[in-house]
């Protein structure tokens, strides 16, 4: 059941706990198991992937079965109906015309005295992509890693994946997996997954940055290995925040609630409203809505316990709250959206208006599903082309250039106890020429 709550500073308490709900848990119960797991792949290898799926998804396989067989690949196009492959294909033109909007380009600017400065994009040399799934089949979470890996021209993309019954794959990830162009696909999953991408074993090549949503142990998984390779950002289990007004309708406001709920246990779903009528509607609705659920368990799991109803004095104050919370997704179901987002300054993504249930963005508007959680938005962005790329600064001096700021550097490097960091300099102003005379003794 969800709770309303009227009370300004509880609501800001209760909204710190659902915020921090992953850290927490992260902290006290699965850290050491996660640990364990990271360290236990990283000496054994295969034999330990081999032996996490058997403990933690209940799949017998050999070390030839980690990978993705050709044949299973081809397999799985007969196993989605038309439709299934026409929505991804869809979704994934659109996803790909989003991608390439705005990639980042190297650039060179020449100023005063020939100085060149510069920045140089380059993508990884691999990427490691991981795809969701214990508790659902996510192939539109293919499309949102693998599209941008693509765009950024990766070299060596891989995709990983947990085992679903029988050891199978789900055929329509795959499928999104050969739309996007990725072949090379390995079934595990968890933090066990994370441990191979980030160490390598046998069979699973090591990359350099590793991307993708996940649960608890996906998202602590890849906060340890960041260092050891780079990560997008923590995508952890989904969370919707929406600030709705007297014209929001509680069918839709409730739908959106159990649209995350419905993704994890540890998923959040909150409501701010100005219009208390509103909020006993929307508490009403999604207890209605839940009755035939077929994920009923879990959904109310997540609205228990990372559920609320807030009833807020205007819409100013929503936004003051969901800035604290910096939720994954924001949906603004009030009247004049455009005024709001000007004060909305942390969010995944923001859904303007009555019809945009964040299920569009989900799969196929476009821009990145892929998005912080837990206040991670604070800091962080959706995934992206640029979570692929990284730049080189590009720096040129001449000799005139150099003559203008030797003193400068002088000074800076006296003051910083670097001499060296000066000689640099100054024996180029002494040998402008570079001319070394070969008789003179050493
Ligand atoms: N933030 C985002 O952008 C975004 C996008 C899509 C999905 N999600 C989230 O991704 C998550 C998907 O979770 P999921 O569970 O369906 O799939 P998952 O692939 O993330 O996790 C399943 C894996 O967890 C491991 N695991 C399960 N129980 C374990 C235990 N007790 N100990 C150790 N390891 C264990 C298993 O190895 C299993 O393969 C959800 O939380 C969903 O909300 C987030
Ligand atoms: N809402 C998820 C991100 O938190 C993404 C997703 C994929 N499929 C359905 N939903
Ligand atoms: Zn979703």
């Known amino acids: 059941m969800l709770r309303i709550i009227t009370q300004w500073v509880e609501a800001q308490s209760e ?29 054994q290898g295969d034999k330990a992937l081999l032996h996490y799926t058997q403990e933690f998804d209940h799949q017998t396989l050999t070390p030839e079965q980690l990978r993705v067989s050709g044949s299973e ?45 510069g920045k140089r994009y380059t993508p990884v040399d691999r990427a490691g992509l991981y795809v969701p799934g214990g508790r659902a089949a996510y192939p539109s979470t293919v499309l949102m890693n693998a599209i941008p890996a693509k765009v950024a021209k990766v070299p060596h993309v891989v995709m990983i994946t947990p085992p679903g019954p029988e050891g199978k794959v789900n ?22 997954a994370v441990a191979a991408l980030a160490y ?68 959040a779903a909150i409501l701010l409203t100005t219009d208390s009528a509103l909020a006993r509607r929307v508490v009403a609705e999604v207890e209605r809505q839940l009755v035939d659920h077929p994920r009923r368990t879990l959904t109310e799991k997540a609205i228990a316990h990372y559920g609320l109803v807030v009833v807020v004095e205007s819409l100013e104050a929503a936004a003051k709250l969901s800035n ?25 993504a923001i859904f303007l208006g009555y ?27 959706a995934l992206g082309v640029e979570t692929f790329l990284k730049h080189s600064s590009l720096i040129q001096y001449s000799q005139t250039a150099l003559q203008k700021v030797a003193n400068a550097v002088n000074i800076l490097a006296t003051a910083e106890g670097l001499p060296s960091h000066a000689d640099s300099v100054r024996k180029r102003m002494e040998n402008p020429s570079g001319e070394v005379d070969l008789d003179s003794p050493l």
Do not use: C
Request: charged share 25%.
């Open 15 to 43: 909204l710190r706990r659902i915020a921090s709900r992953t850290h927490d848990d992260m902290i006290l119960n699965k850290e050491a198991t996660v640990r364990e797991v990271l360290q236990t792949v990283k000496r």
């Open 73 to 117: 690949l081809d397999a799985a196009y007969q196993q989605v109906s038309k439709e299934l492959l026409d929505a991804i294909r869809l979704a994934a033109q659109q996803i790909e015309a989003f991608h390439r909007q705005r990639v980042p380009k190297s650039w060179v600017q020449f100023g005063e005295d020939d100085v060149v400065l």
């Open 171 to 192: 055929p329509a990830v795959l499928v999104a997996a050969q739309v996007a162009g990725v072949q090379e696909i390995y079934r595990v999953g968890g933090a066990q």
């Open 200 to 267: 390598g074993t046998e069979t699973i090549p090591k990359v350099d940055v590793i991307t993708g949503p996940g649960n608890i142990y996906v998202t602590l998984a890849k906060k340890l290995v960041y260092g050891t390779v780079g990560i997008d950002s923590l995508a952890g289990p989904s969370e919707v925040l929406i600030i709705a007004d007297s014209k929001a309708n509680p069918i839709h406001v409730a739908a959106d609630l159990l649209a995350q709920a419905e993704h994890d246990p540890m998923a």
């Open 324 to 348: 604290e919370f910096a939720p994954e997704h924001l949906e603004l179901e009030v009247e004049d959206p455009w005024a709001i987002v000007e004060k909305i300054r942390h969010a995944g």
């Open 355 to 381: 019809s945009t249930p964040e299920a569009v963005g989900d799969y196929l508007a476009g821009p990145n599903h892929t998005l912080p959680t837990s206040g991670a938005a604070r800091y962080a962005s």
